[in-house]
């Protein structure tokens, strides 16, 4: 099976560098730009089955392509909650709070919101055990880049902060082919996004 994962679109530069989570909130306008664009370049790619995040940017994002099946939206793709810190950034979240940061684990623990260790959980069972269950050979699943990068985590068995280091713009998409459990940048000139 071979799975492109995309990260949604730009949001509203008051939410860059937050710890959203669940707030639903929408794209930008250049982020309706990059949709429209992805929308584009995956234009005549063939899909058994689409994934997205029930959160508003995902949805968002998926909007502009041109299905013949029905996406399935599923909370099981959203990012991790952050609680009462959701919508902060670093720099708010330090000010506010009595504890300090001492290395990434201590602090994404620190916060408010799911467990860490749920969120793992969550994002390999989608991946590993449910996708994998399924007759799918190419699926198209929409979501957030710390979905993305805690499934890094997981299959190239690096720390969670050496996965949340690796780059991952708006709109970016990688493929993970699930025969060998390795990721692959999508190319530049992959078309698609007809289901079959």
Request: glycine content about 4%.
């Amino acid at each position: 099976m071979i799975i492109t994962l995309v990260r949604h679109a730009e949001v509203d530069e008051a939410y860059h560098q937050c710890y959203n989570g669940h707030i639903d909130i929408s794209l930008s306008q250049k982020g309706r730009t990059e949709a429209q664009e992805l929308a584009d370049r995956f234009a005549n790619k063939e899909f058994n089955a689409v994934f997205c995040s029930d959160l508003k940017r995902c949805k968002e994002t998926l909007e502009p392509f041109t299905l013949e099946c029905k996406p399935v939206y599923t909370s099981m793709l959203r990012e991790k909650s952050w609680g009462r810190h959701e919508g902060k950034n670093f720099d708010e979240i330090i000010a506010s709070e009595a504890f300090e940061y001492e290395n990434f684990e201590q602090w994404i623990n620190a916060l408010d919101g799911e467990l860490y260790s749920a969120y793992v959980k969550r994002i390999e069972g989608f991946f590993t055990g449910f996708l994998p269950a399924n007759p799918y050979e190419n699926v198209l699943v929409m979501t957030h880049a710390g979905v993305i990068r805690v499934l890094m985590h997981i299959l190239e068995k690096i720390s969670l902060e050496e996965a949340f280091s690796k780059p991952f713009a708006y709109a970016d998409s990688i493929t993970l082919d699930t025969e060998t459990w390795q990721f692959t940048k999508a190319p530049e000139n992959f078309k698609g996004t007809r289901c079959v």
